[in-house]
């Protein structure tokens, strides 16, 4: 499988406490489609103040939804011109055969 990684950045005007409500606001709506199980086992984030930054990570359709629930809401929240986000597909490391 490969994992995909979406980097929000932030303007300095967005307040970064609550980008990261709103990402959890979209996991719950994520958790409605999916369950919660699969969504806390499929999807990670992390929240980086020092960048202004917020990634979410995974794979599938799980990390997917979250992503286009969380940008839908960024967008009506702050506006389109208060973020940009980036895409990065990279595969897992594999263990080396003996």
Request: proline letters at 3%.
């Amino acid at each position: 499988m490969r994992d995909t990684e979406y980097r929000f950045q932030f303007t300095p005007d967005v307040n970064l406490a609550e980008a990261d409500g709103t990402l959890r606001l979209s996991l719950l709506a994520a958790e409605g489609l999916h369950g919660e199980a699969r969504v806390r086992t499929e999807v990670t984030f992390a929240v980086d103040p020092v960048r202004a930054e917020i990634c979410v990570a995974g794979g599938g359709i799980v990390t997917e939804n979250v992503v286009q629930i969380y940008t839908s809401l960024l967008t009506h929240e702050f506006g389109r011109e208060a973020f940009t986000v980036r895409r990065d597909s990279r595969r897992p490391a594999t263990a080396a055969v003996a």
